[in-house]
């Protein structure tokens, strides 16, 4: 069959692109592994009704409530490539299961690429992370630090201080404050530390210190780390969409990329802010675009 809709990705964008699309009669085909990014998050904050929900729990929910429409199948593959085709597209899995669809939204995510810190990945999640609106609150009034090597540190750091005024910015060997942003945060209380990281210390999930590669040491309880972003799947070096600066694919208000009938929803799209709310409700306008693109074709 072809399907009027194939979604990539069952994060919270894709869920809700297919629980509109399925509402509006639309049949969907939701690809998706299981394996979402945010599987190392305790906790899912920020979004009413939910704030507190584990990731697991969150999907549980969301699946049951979409594959309550007849028309979505959820086809548990890994999408590997996408085809332009006169129909639409053929989207293939790693063993070469075709897919076709009219019309193909992308909510594959994006991945973070940490610093490359010894250590990081035992507390990731549990006292460390990278969104302070996502775990500002569960790490408030502590000692924190703040560790970067973007120039969007200095805006980290200054939101943070809602949180908590112990705060140290450690840039691990890289300069990617100016002088006067230095002075501001020094005049603000914020302690700036130049010096690469060796390691992070800490034990059962919770952070103890900051080891510096001259042996130095500072002693936090959390903190926040900021990661690059890079797109998670490489479809766009076949099917050639625009991307934005930051290197998210360039769309327009209703999702739709510069490839005709492909759109692109959630966090793959803008980058930042990566929080579950912001990717549900791009998954609604994305998939509203989408069928009123499909009902425009077949209206006579």
């Known amino acids: 069959m072809i399907y009027d809709c194939a979604i990539i990705g069952g994060g919270p964008a894709g869920l809700n692109a297919a629980l509109v699309l399925g509402r509006a009669k639309r049949s969907v085909a939701l690809i998706d592994n299981n394996q979402p990014r945010n599987a190392v998050t305790h906790a899912s904050h920020g979004f009413i009704t939910r704030d507190g929900v584990t990731p697991a729990e969150f999907r549980r929910i969301a699946y049951e409530e979409v594959l309550g429409y007849p028309s979505v199948d959820h086809l548990q593959i890994k999408a590997v490539s996408i085809n332009k085709i006169d129909s639409g597209f053929e989207v293939f899995d790693s063993l070469g299961l075709c897919v076709q669809a009219r019309k193909v939204i992308l909510a594959t995510g994006v991945k973070e ?61 890289q300069k990617p404050l100016s002088d006067e942003q ?87 799209s803008y980058i930042n802010p990566s929080q579950v709310v912001f990717a549900a409700a791009d998954g609604s306008r994305t998939a509203m675009g989408v069928n009123m693109d499909l009902t425009d074709e077949d209206f006579k």
């Open 113 to 173: 690429i940490f610093p490359d810190i010894e250590g990081f990945y035992p507390l990731y999640g549990k006292s460390l992370f990278n969104c302070p609106y996502c775990d500002g609150w569960e790490l408030r009034n502590k000692p924190l630090v703040v560790v970067s090597e973007l120039p969007s540190v200095f805006h980290v750091a200054k939101l943070l201080q809602n949180w908590s005024k112990d705060l140290i910015v450690c840039t691990n060997g």
């Open 182 to 268: 230095k002075k501001r945060l020094q005049l603000n209380g914020i302690m700036v530390i130049e010096k690469p990281i060796a390691a992070f210390i800490g034990q059962n999930g919770n952070l103890e210190y900051v080891r510096f590669k001259d042996g130095t040491q500072i002693v936090r309880s959390g903190g926040f780390v900021t990661p690059r972003f890079i797109q998670s799947t490489p479809f766009g070096d076949n099917l050639g969409f625009e991307r934005t600066e930051l290197g998210g694919i360039k769309t327009d208000a209703s999702g739709r990329t510069s490839i005709p009938g492909l759109y692109s929803s959630g966090d793959a």
